[in-house]
């Protein structure tokens, strides 16, 4: 028979039950917010091998701020193995420990300032967890503290190996210098595969004991490095003199000679004469002294460079190299024989050879003043040498420049200067070997103009001589940078 007791009525079953759950929920939610919010850590978390236990996040921050500072306080005794080199007791933090704890960071924000439901969830993933503490030394802190700390040591730099030319012009070397460093590198490997692990405070740590590693540091340049470069001897040597030169002149080739000094060029290289007119233009300036205008010589500035560059045509010519771009002056020179010349004219000509040889070569130059050498360096057979020789082809006459003067008796002449003769020229490169002719090349074929012959005259079939524009309609300047002024 069914009980009519409102006790055991469906309705009031029901209501109990909601309630039951109603009061186990917020029991339960009440443990979860308490979880959530609390403010130790969890009992069994570990940080790099440290066991905080369930201490006050304050509490944590202080002590890992103090053991984190016991251990950058470790000292490290450096053993110096030279007794040209001190031994040193530094601390890891003076020798640029790094301490990285970002996953730890993150995970004390996530477990003590995040959301509570996070919170909660990192709370529970981190209660069993061992949090990593990267432990570093840092190389650019340690490579300024070991330059501090050994300053003398640093004081001194290497010292480059030299080349020199002996006044008989053989050469010799002076052996580089080295100059003892640390090897920080090294250092930095060595210091952090004896890092001694992560600890509590109450674990006090042993000093650590390190040889100093160190080693030699070398220029640049080498007595090896030099002796490859293959400069092994003279090759060639040429002089051209200026007995009768204003100061100007002088001056300008002895700064032209002196910017190609020491000069060297690698196999294959290109060496161009317009670079080194801008360089000593730029370092020394250029003086007034003649130059050649569309064939006269005329005041102008920097006259005199196509004397340094016609002596090292020369050499270049001697040692066998190949000659790139060349030309003669439009006039004879007196300081080298006809066809062994080399004028520059800015922006129109230049004067460019060509290291064809397998090893550097050296220009050295001597000036005074009277006469410049040029000596080139480097590695040909002593077997190979090379003879030069120029020769007249044609002989051209020069013309009559007939000069109205109406001053003068009509009808009469009156010679002014006299005229020269102009010349074609070819020049051959003869190589021999052991003294004997093995091949014959044609060098250059130029063509110097003559100069007419000036007569003054008053007839009346003779007009007055009006100045002729050159093929280009542009003045020509050689052996110099600058002209009289054209207007």
Partial sequence: MRSTSPYYSPFRTYILTLGLMTVLTSVGGGV?????TGQSLPAHLQVAGWKPGAIPYMQFQTQLDEQLALYASLR????????DIASMDLSLGELGLAIHRGPLDEAMER???????DRIAARWSLRKVQLPLQITIDQDKLRAIVKQTWKELYNYHPTAAMRIVNPDDTIRYEPERGVLRLDTTTLQKEIEAQLPP?????????????PVPIYTELPSVTMDSLRRQGVERKISEFTTTFPVSGQGRIHNIRSTAASIQDMLLAPNET???SKIIEQTEAKFGYQEAPVILNGKLVPGIGGGICQVSSTLYNAV????LEIVERRSHSLPVSYVPLGQDATFASGYINFKFRNSTDAYILIRTISTDRDVTVKLFGRISPSTTYDIESKIIETIQPTVKYLHNPSMRSGSIKPISAGKEGYVVETYRYRKLNGAVVSKEL???????PVPALVASNRGDIKPE???PDENGKPLLEDGVKGPSFR
Avoid: W
Wanted: proline share 10%; aromatic share 14%; glycine share 6%.
């Fill in 466 to 468: 009006e100045g002729n």
């Fill in 111 to 117: 477990m003590f300032h995040a959301s509570l439901t």
């Fill in 76 to 83: 490290v005794h450096l053993a110096s193995p030279s007794p």
């Fill in 198 to 210: 992560f600890s509590s405070p109450s674990n006090p740590l042993k000093p650590l004991k390190l």
């Fill in 317 to 320: 010519l001697r040692s066998g």
């Fill in 271 to 273: 060496f161009d004469y």
């Fill in 443 to 449: 060098i250059s074929k130029d063509r110097y103009s």
């Fill in 32 to 36: 979860l917010y308490l979880y959530g």
